[in-house]
């Protein structure tokens, strides 16, 4: 009997040691996983934050290969600055521009280059050939290497005279392994997302930002922009301006002065 009992007490020793240990485990699991929570949603807020910085004229390989790849040009990077003219004229306007060009031997390519060009190398030609007043133009991009996804973002400001002033940018997305184009829901996919997840994502942001921007309309007395909240262009399927940043973030980006005189770009990382 004796011997039973101790065997007894033995028995619910080890298992309140065990249930303690698993409580403790749970306990610092829990924890941690919020703490890695809160620290990426930092790093988020950040990266979403100094997004007026990461425009540097470059192209970042991150380390990844681009040995198999057929260039226009071996002497050039895979992203390089076709176009550098800075130049300023007294009363007609002031120009500072950094227009890339795709290294890669491609139709597909060959397209995207030809869009840059019609965007941006036009509007500095229209600014140096024709009699204007008071312009304010700048562009600048960046590209990235996330595996075989080669993104370029590109970024233009533009003041002309009176009116506002427009922040105009275009994304371009490639996998080198395929020659395709990549589209925005192939991102969420490699970046093991899911479409309502991401849905949600942009919808909570952009409410977010309409009123922000009703409440600082209200202190101010200034019209703000004005974004509607149920348009059809905050659709994952027609939101055409995203890219992979450094180390695989996913930005999405909605520049109104795409087709509004306004430089407010909403942006969503993840």
């Known amino acids: 009997m004796k011997k039973s009992r101790k065997i007894l ?9 065990i249930a303690i240990n698993i409580g403790v485990y749970l306990q610092f699991f ?14 988020i807020e950040h990266l979403e934050g100094e997004f007026d910085t990461i425009f540097r004229n470059e192209f970042d390989s991150q380390n990844n290969s681009i040995s198999n790849l057929t260039k226009i040009d071996i002497n050039k990077e895979l992203v390089y600055t ?17 227009i890339p060009a795709i290294n890669i031997k491609n139709a597909k390519i060959e397209e995207y280059n030809k869009k840059i060009q019609n965007i ?3 509007k500095l030609n229209n600014i140096l050939n024709q009699k204007q007043s008071n312009i304010i133009y700048t562009v600048d991009y960046e590209a990235y290497l996330n595996s075989n996804i080669l993104s370029l973002v590109i970024r233009a400001t533009l003041k002309e005279d009176n009116n506002p002033q427009r922040e105009i940018v275009q994304t371009f997305n490639y996998n080198i392994s395929t020659n395709q184009e ?26 977010k930002e309409n009123k922000q921007a009703e409440e600082l309309q209200n202190i101010i ?7 509607d909240i149920n348009s059809d262009i905050y659709k994952i399927n027609n939101t055409n301006t995203y890219f992979l940043g ?11 002065g795409n087709s509004n005189y306004t430089s407010e770009v909403d942006i969503i990382v993840l």
């Open 182 to 207: 990549v589209l925005l829901n192939e991102l969420i996919q490699i970046k093991g997302l899911s479409q309502n997840y991401v849905a949600d994502t942009i919808r909570t942001r952009i409410e």
């Open 30 to 43: 829990k924890g941690a996983k919020k703490e890695n929570k809160e620290e990426y949603q930092l790093q």
């Open 9 to 17: 007490f033995i028995s619910l020793l080890v298992i309140c040691i």
């Open 120 to 122: 941006f190398e036009s």
């Open 82 to 98: 076709l176009n550098k003219k800075e130049e300023t004229k007294q009363g007609e306007y002031k120009i500072n521009v950094n």
């Open 246 to 256: 450094k180390d695989n973030y996913l930005y999405i980006l909605y520049p109104y």
């Open 221 to 227: 007395g200034q019209m703000m922009y004005k974004r």
